[in-house]
């Protein structure tokens, strides 16, 4: 993920919770002149007071630039820079840090559009909020995606981002964990039992919501396939936009806490049983993004006292956001 802030005036300490609030890894700093009247905000504070956690870029991404910064934008020097960025970005989360406080008052207005047009996410912070940059485009998946066998879907779900449209808000994560669920032979499966009014949503074709609860959790799945009950439970989600909304609704501070598990990012995604039998688009759908390097690992499903012997359990390797390793 790559956010986008400005420093202002604010105190280190100020800027370590932006950066902690956000689980910020890396600070990639484009200042083209680093330095401040305040002491605490030049290049030697930050390189002192956050280690390897900051990267000077702003030789590349400076602004203040002779013909103007879009001029800059055509230059090997720029296109060096958002490289840089994105290459950091495949397996971090970025920071890009500015002095000014409001985004579209800065340059990194013009950074942020160049990578969201490459395809990553980006999202603007201001005051512990975030908001999607305006060129962000959430690349919708089709319905056949899901129109294939469960175990398959769960799989090529992994790095996909979930998002929620909430009002003029949204709130979107990665699938960082899921599981497959299959019908009536499958006997930790919602469908076990055969077709009743609590479970027919399941034999919906592949591309539909089914919503249940378990101990006042809701479970949020996708169907899959055209002809049998089948669905991938959604387990867990690494929170990318909308964090200030996720903490609101899930009452929990740390970044960790939000999302690692299939009751917690509903909570935190505004997901109830209003979702159970629709389709998945509008204001709840799937998006693909630019994160695929990944490893994964299957394994037993979780909380299950009866189930398949094959595993039916997939998750990124290496995500601190994972329900369990």
């Given amino acids: 993920m790559i956010y986008t802030f400005g420093h202002s005036n604010y105190r280190l300490s100020e800027i ?31 390189e002192e007071f956050f280690g390897d956690k900051y990267l000077y870029l702003g ?6 630039r002779n013909g103007g910064y879009e001029t800059h934008m055509e230059t090997e020097e720029f296109r060096e820079g958002v490289s840089r960025i994105i290459s950091i970005a495949k397996n971090k989360r970025v ?19 160049a990578i969201a047009q490459m395809g990553f996410p980006v999202s603007h912070i201001i005051d512990l909020r975030d908001r999607p940059d305006p060129n962000v485009n959430f690349d919708k998946i089709k319905e056949d995606f899901f129109m294939r066998d469960a175990k398959e879907v769960a799989i090529d779900l992994l790095g996909k981002m979930i998002v929620r449209k909430f009002g003029k808000r949204i709130i979107a994560g990665k699938i960082v964990e899921t599981e497959a669920y299959y019908g009536e032979n499958d006997p930790a499966s919602r469908a076990y039992r055969g077709k009743k009014n609590y479970n027919r949503g399941m034999w919906l074709p592949g591309g539909h919501i089914f919503v249940y609860m378990v101990h006042a959790n809701w479970m949020f799945n996708i169907t899959t396939d055209g002809q049998e009950a089948q669905a991938v439970l959604i387990r867990a989600v690494e929170p990318l936009i909308g964090l200030d909304l996720m903490r609101e609704n899930r009452k929990k501070e740390k970044i960790r806490e939000l999302c690692t598990g299939p009751g917690k990012w509903t909570k935190a995604f505004i997901i109830n049983q209003l979702f159970n039998e629709q389709k998945l688009e509008g204001s709840v759908f799937i998006a693909n993004s630019p994160w695929n390097d990944f490893e994964v690992v299957d394994s037993k499903r979780i909380g299950v006292k009866r189930a398949l012997e094959e595993n039916m359990r ?7 956001f994972v329900s369990k390793k």
């Fill in 16 to 46: 370590k919770k932006i950066v902690d609030f956000y689980g910020i890894d890396i600070i990639v700093d484009v200042r083209r002149f680093p330095t401040s009247k305040y002491p605490w905000l030049t290049r030697e504070s930050f």
């Fill in 59 to 64: 030789d590349l991404l400076g602004g203040y």
């Fill in 95 to 113: 920071g890009i840090m500015c002095s000014e406080k409001l985004w579209f008052r800065c340059h990194r207005k013009f950074i942020a559009k």
């Fill in 314 to 320: 997939f998750y990124i390797k290496g995500s601190k």
